[in-house]
């Protein structure tokens, strides 16, 4: 799709503080070498979304993941949730994101943990899944349908995908209907969160296409506290980020963040974990 929004997603990934390269820096020094990393190693660094493996093993039980499960993680980044699904569970994972450089970094650190059998990633637009109907039992995403444009189609394109009675859980950034033009604008030239979504939207976008909410827990209170440590981790990786793309980019990244975080603080965003299940 051309949409200039999506290309400024692309942009903002390539250039992410959290990649292939930072991650293998922090294993190495851990005194890791590149031919131990397994996905115990990698868990600890390539788990880029909030709350870490916890989050994952509660999206997991949410969902009820099973070793049969054909799963598809979407905008999956670095590939880290979709790794510890098959690692954790037995069960296929295909990542899909838009990013090229991501969908290479999560494919090498694949690898590198000896999970390439039962975990690929494939480069798309989750507006126009390259997948055939109903290929799915499980559809997942952390904190990423933020940055994807027209919310109908996205739903949309997750329920074909999914088989009758498959499951979307997902995580992600929310609003509470009080977000100013001026506050949407610069989320998306900071963060390039391209359309935020609410609860009671997502819940009839699924029920337009077949699906039914059967379950929403709210993790606001969660993710503002999550949000304030991750802010100053990023801080802690001032001199990598400076060294690799400029202090401009650090700082215009900085205050994009910022921001940010001060819309959970002050109640206007907000996150929550739903569950919708497709009609059999």
């Known amino acids: 799709m051309d949409d200039a929004r999506l290309e400024s997603v692309e942009r903002f990934y390539d250039f992410h503080p959290i990649n292939v390269g930072q991650i293998l820096d922090a294993v190495r020094a851990r005194g890791i070498a590149q031919d131990a990393i397994t996905e115990e190693v990698l868990q600890h660094h390539d788990q880029d979304h909030y709350g870490g493996t916890a989050a994952t093993d509660r999206l997991i039980a949410e969902a009820g993941v099973r070793a049969d499960d054909l799963v598809l993680d979407v905008c999956s980044g670095m590939g880290g949730p979709a790794r510890y699904f098959a690692w954790k569970t037995g069960c296929r994972v295909t990542g899909l994101d838009l990013t090229a450089s991501r969908v ?40 990423a349908f933020a940055h994807v444009p027209d919310k109908p189609r996205l739903v949309a394109e997750c329920a074909r995908v999914l088989k009758p009675g498959g499951r979307l859980v997902f995580s992600d950034i929310l609003h509470r209907g009080a977000l100013s033009a001026d506050d949407a604008r610069r989320l998306f030239e900071g963060m390039t969160f391209s359309e935020i979504g609410t609860a009671d939207g997502y819940a009839a976008l699924a029920a337009a296409n077949g699906m039914t909410v059967v379950r929403r827990i709210d993790l606001t209170e969660e993710w503002t506290r999550i949000l304030v440590d991750r802010h100053a981790m990023y801080r802690s ?30 109640g206007v965003l907000a996150g929550a974990l739903i569950h919708a299940v497709r009609a059999p």
């Open 237 to 266: 990786l001032e001199a990598d980020t400076v060294a690799r793309l400029g202090r401009e980019h650090f700082e215009r990244y900085d205050r994009a963040y910022a921001h940010f975080v001060g819309l959970y603080r002050s």
């Open 104 to 143: 290479a970094g999560a494919t090498e650190l694949t690898r590198l943990a000896g999970l390439a059998a039962s975990v690929r990633f494939v480069h798309g637009n989750a507006l126009d899944m390259p997948f055939d109907d109903a290929s799915f039992t499980l559809a997942v995403a952390q904190e």
